[in-house]
């Protein structure tokens, strides 16, 4: 798209999840944003398991995107091509760019509508409330967390958790997934590791894992992980620009290799560092930083880098009140780490950082 000497820049940006919302957020200042989105709201993602045993939490932590860009162009439907200045909804809308921000993360079947959403979360609940056993499939921070948030609010329910890894949360330490397995463990969660279930094969809620055993549970959560949010752009210009796991080559700034104009942030992108959300904001804030540089004339050799995390630090929320913190090879399971994150999961914060009421809904 060819930009006049008094129009302002566009700036594209596809998907509305941690990265993109933000993106769009830092820059609806600078730019002409679009920010293109299958849904009409953000989700603030590290709640909503909350909001599994909560729903009124769900009131905080899904946004609409209209309440924090007042002054961008939000287009609800997903993005199913781009070219080299161009992008192509489901909808057939063709939205030029001058620069493109590519935050697709991973791809989850979310309900269009706030409120649609909010119904779903009720009826998981009801789904809860109403069972005597519930079983998760998955031993990743979103099985551990969703079991933590039952045995703490549901004490009564029997809580299985099935993970065919050997360790919890795979990607902390040993000793810190131990912690988290003790812990579960002291709640009454039954933990069954080294093995799968075929969900396929469950007859009147009797599921028979890998290993033969059997395991009955009146309702089940599938908490593994989800494909990333990529499969839209193997036949587009940018399909040479993707590793083996769908995310995109980027470099030093989070610029696609290769590609000037185009930007990739949050999971899609191929940095080197464990798939956080905190990170993919990180990545959020220095692409805008970036942005309102080029966009105002600057040189590229005043762009910032990011250098990927090798931190170590790691929170999983267990419940309300306590949770698991890693910080570099020490870890500590219990109230002072809850503290952190476990009471309002940074949802004020998050609030806070797209300019609203952190305590509003």
Known sequence: MASSTTAKQRVVVVGGGVAGSIVAYSLQDHADVFLIDSKEYFEIPWASLRSIVEPAFAKRSLINHYEYLPKANIIVSSAVDIKSSQVLTAQTRLIGYDYL????????NSPCTKQDKICHYQAEHDRIRAANSVLIIGGGATG?????EIAVDFPDKKVTLVHEGTRLV????????TKIL??????????VLGQSVDLESSVDGAYVTSGGETIVADCHFLCMGKPV??????????????????RLFVDSHLRVMHHNNVFAVGDIANTNETKQGSLAQKHAFLVAKNLKLLICGGNDDRLAAYKPSSSGL??????????????MFMSYVGRLPGLIKSGDLFVGRTRKQLGLNPDAS
Do not use: C, M, P
């Open 101 to 108: 921000v590519i935050a697709t993360g991973h791809v989850y």
């Open 144 to 148: 551990v967390e969703l079991a933590a």
């Open 170 to 177: 795979e990607f902390i330490k040993e000793k810190a997934s």
């Open 182 to 191: 003790n812990w579960l463990i002291s709640k009454k969660v039954e933990v």
């Open 229 to 246: 949010g990529s499969s839209w752009l193997k036949e587009t210009f940018l399909k040479d620009s993707l590793d083996e796991q769908g």
């Open 314 to 327: 790691a929170i999983v929320s267990l419940g309300r009140r306590e949770a698991l913190a890693q910080i």
